[in-house]
C-alpha cells in the first residue's frame, strides 16, 4: 500500500516538466533510445542521442538515466506542467 505522503510525492513529480539531455560522457550506445518509453530520442546531427521535442516534456520517468551505462544523461526540470 502506498502511503498518502508517497502517493503526494508522485503527483507532485508528475506535475513537473522534464527534459532528457546527453552530456559530454555519450558512447552512441543507443541504450537510452532503445528504452525511453515514449520514444523521444533519437541519434542527432553530431551523433549523439538526443530528445526528439525539446519543447515537449520527456515525462521524467528516468529510464534513460538509469540504463546509461556511461552516466550520460541527465535530467533538467522544465517546469510545472500547465
Known sequence: MVSN???KKFQE???IKYKAITVGKCVKCGTCIQYCPLNLRIFG?????VTIDSN??????SVCFHRCPQQAIELIPLGKND
Do not use: I, V
Open 5 to 7: 505522503k508517497l502517493s
Open 45 to 49: 546531427k553530431k551523433g549523439k542521442a
Open 13 to 15: 513529480l508528475s506535475n
Open 56 to 61: 515537449r516534456s520527456c515525462g521524467g520517468c
